[in-house]
């Protein structure tokens, strides 16, 4: 079955950085984009970033454009958020997620259990 597993999330600083990784297995991972979301205390779930399939094109919501770079490892079946001068309000528990389709970010079909990412000083 389909499992993703995030990792490196943790206590970041204001202008600090972290990266993310999630581990895919249970499905050909290089035939679907990916994406990540993230879910603020007391707020929804905010999608951030999403990449298809083939590595070729990126997406970001607006507040992360230019401090955020989301890849992939096609060989290794592993998807990364790297997150550059962190801000307070990029506090949330981050999921990785599975799109239905090579280029479909943005229609998530299995989610992952999460990572926190808290930044403060």
């Known amino acids: 079955q389909v499992q993703l597993v995030e990792s490196g999330g943790g206590l970041a600083q204001p202008g600090g950085s972290l990266r993310l990784s999630c581990a895919a297995s249970?499905?050909?991972?290089?035939?679907?984009?990916m994406s990540w979301a993230r879910q603020a205390p007391g707020k929804g779930l905010e999608w951030v970033s999403g990449?298809?399939?083939?590595?070729?094109?990126?997406h970001y919501t607006e507040s992360v454009k230019g401090r955020f770079t989301i890849s992939r490892d096609n060989a290794k079946n592993m998807l990364y958020l790297q997150m550059n001068s962190l801000k307070p309000e990029d506090t949330a528990l981050y999921y990785c997620?599975?799109?239905?389709?090579?280029?479909?970010?943005?229609?998530?079909?299995?989610w992952g259990q999460g990572t926190q990412v808290t930044v403060s000083s």
């Open positions: 997620a599975k799109c239905e389709g090579s280029q479909r970010v943005g229609a998530e079909d299995y």
């Open positions: 249970g499905f050909t991972f290089s035939s679907y984009a």
């Open positions: 990449i298809y399939s083939d590595g070729s094109r990126t």
